[in-house]
């Protein structure tokens, strides 16, 4: 059964650093991208970025260039989203979904990690 | 880089009608190298991550109820649930992969 699954919510401040993770099971991890989608509160979907632990090809959206790391361990299936300083707007939840290439949609999907960034 | 356009923000249709959701790409999606349209559909219901429902404008996903289905190419797109249960009570996205990678704004469900 192919599985993803995140790491726990986290609570930040402002400035501070994180890395989220999405470890996958059931399937042959580096054969297939990972994608990174934030969901703001109350609001849509918002494609991050996306890698293939294969070889550690990662592309951003233009939206998310600058401002996110996204990374693999492919010894351990793992796949993560970083900040080195988090803002307020920051707040959100984050998924992570396999991609199949072949059709380019995500068939599986992470259960969230939520994260709260407050003074 | 591709917007997509859902219509209409929401919609309120009642148990056993049709529900149709709307698309537009700002540009195409169709690749002319296998004739496949690279615009999927997802169905997201509160507390949960989205759920793939259609992939390639028209395919159902495996264990999709065949009341879901979609039509459409080039830039207009449209989903419908031809009969309308309450467990389709959800938000709708559509998601393009012609160019990177984009999702619409989504449209809410409700019953009437």
């Known amino acids: 059964e192919v599985q993803l699954v995140q790491s726990g919510a986290e609570v930040k401040k402002p400035g501070e650093s994180l890395k989220i993770s999405c470890k996958g099971s059931?399937?042959?991890?580096?054969?297939?991208?990972i994608g990174w989608v934030r969901q703001m509160p109350g609001k849509g979907l918002e494609w991050m970025g996306i890698i293939y632990p294969g070889d550690s090809d990662t592309r951003y959206s233009p939206s998310f260039q600058g401002q996110v790391t996204i990374s693999a361990d492919k010894s351990i299936s793992t796949a993560y989203l970083q900040w080195s300083s988090l803002k307020a707007s920051d707040t959100a939840m984050y998924y992570c979904?396999?991609?199949?290439?072949?059709?380019?949609?995500?068939?599986?999907w992470g259960q969230g990690t939520l994260v709260t960034v407050s003074s | 880089d591709i917007v997509m356009t859902q219509s209409p923000d929401s919609l309120a249709v009642s148990l056993g009608e049709r529900a149709t959701i709307n698309c537009k790409s700002s540009q195409s999606v169709l690749y002319s190298s296998n004739n496949k349209n690279y615009l999927a559909w997802y169905q997201q219901k509160p507390g949960q991550p989205p759920k793939l429902l259609i992939y390639w404008a028209s395919t159902r996903e495996s264990g999709v109820p065949d009341r879901f289905s979609g039509s459409g190419s080039g830039t207009d797109f449209t989903l419908t649930i031809s009969s309308l249960q309450a467990e389709d009570v959800a938000v709708y996205y559509c998601q393009q992969y012609y160019s990177t990678l984009s999702f619409g704004q989504g449209t809410k469900l409700e019953i009437k």
């Open positions: 979904a396999r991609h199949q290439y072949s059709y380019g949609a995500f068939d599986y």
């Open positions: 059931g399937y042959s991890f580096t054969s297939y991208w």
